[in-house]
């Protein structure tokens, strides 16, 4: 299949490839997600390029981004521990359900069509886009964080979520605990902290989830992981990790939440588009 893609194009793709782990580890560092909001339509784009068949695509896409979220998670989380910003009990009490949701996504991503996919995108997208941008101080649940049941049925949530999303389920650990009055550099930097728990299972659960499909995906593809994907996206993303944490701890509360909210409407847009079209 990569054989028959003329270099000069080849040589395009990894570039631009090079260039999108950069961006992925800087978004990773800044607004302590994964990173995977900006991989998956990338490497959407380049599977579809080299020919791989659409009712596999986005679960490849998906799958590569877990894999990609691993090493660029550890290092922004270890930027944020070292600034004591990450809140420990949160990680804690998540730690298990979001396990426990990351399997049971990465098994329905075995069956699920890819608008199953691309919809849970759109929705998370634009419920944390809409929060950013246009909340208030009195949109909230409450002042503190809620007991530890409820904590756990929102970290298995978040699990399953972020499996079917490809993410470190940043987006959606950001957005709980800004509801809570939480201040969102310590969402930020605890949501780094949750894309370490999540991307490792992940990864795993993509690899058994696409094994089955084995012949019909491209060369170097383990499971729904593609290891050239993640060979090329790795380096730039492991180097720009801990640039965007700095970054993200001079940053004024409001541009912070500017500029993550135009970043979510941006990926909202790009698969709300792919649905209709």
């Known amino acids: 299949m990569l054989a028959s893609i003329p270099l000069s194009e080849l040589l395009t793709l990894g570039g631009g490839l090079l260039a999108a782990g950069a961006v992925t580890g800087l978004l990773a560092g800044v607004f302590g997600v994964g990173g995977g909001a900006v991989a998956v339509p990338i490497l959407y784009e380049l599977f579809r390029v080299i020919g791989v068949e659409e009712a596999l695509r986005m679960q490849l896409a998906v799958g590569t981004s877990l894999a990609i979220i691993v ?18 009990s949160v990680l804690k009490l998540w730690a298990l359900p ?34 950013l941008l246009f909340g208030k101080n ?7 964080m809620p007991g530890p049941t409820v904590m756990r049925v929102y970290g298995l949530v978040i699990g399953v979520l972020s499996a ?38 992940g990864t795993i659960g993509y690899i058994y989830a696409g094994w089955p499909q084995m012949a019909e995906l491209p060369p170097l593809s383990v499971g729904f992981i593609s290891l050239i994907g993640v060979a090329l996206v790795i380096p730039t993303s492991i180097w720009t990790a801990p ?14 939440e500017v500029a993550f909210g135009c970043f979510l409407t941006l990926v909202c ?7 209709v079209v």
Request: charged residues 15%.
């Open 71 to 88: 090493p660029t998670s550890i290092r922004s989380f270890r930027a944020h521990k070292k600034k004591g910003a990450v809140d420990a």
């Open 98 to 131: 979001v396990v426990i949701g990351v399997i049971a996504g990465s098994f329905a991503a075995r069956y699920a069509p890819p608008a199953v996919f691309k919809l849970v995108f759109v929705i998370v997208a634009s419920a944390s886009a809409t929060r």
């Open 138 to 144: 009195s949109w909230r649940l409450g002042t503190e």
């Open 164 to 201: 079917l999303m490809g993410i470190g389920g940043g987006q959606l650990s950001n957005l709980f605990m800004t509801f809570y009055g939480q201040p969102i550099h310590r969402a930020i930097a605890t949501s780094s902290g949750l894309g370490v728990i999540i991307s490792i299972p």
């Open 243 to 256: 640039i965007g944490a700095n970054l993200a701890h001079r940053l004024s509360k409001r541009r912070l």
């Open 269 to 275: 847009l790009r698969f709300l588009y792919s649905l």
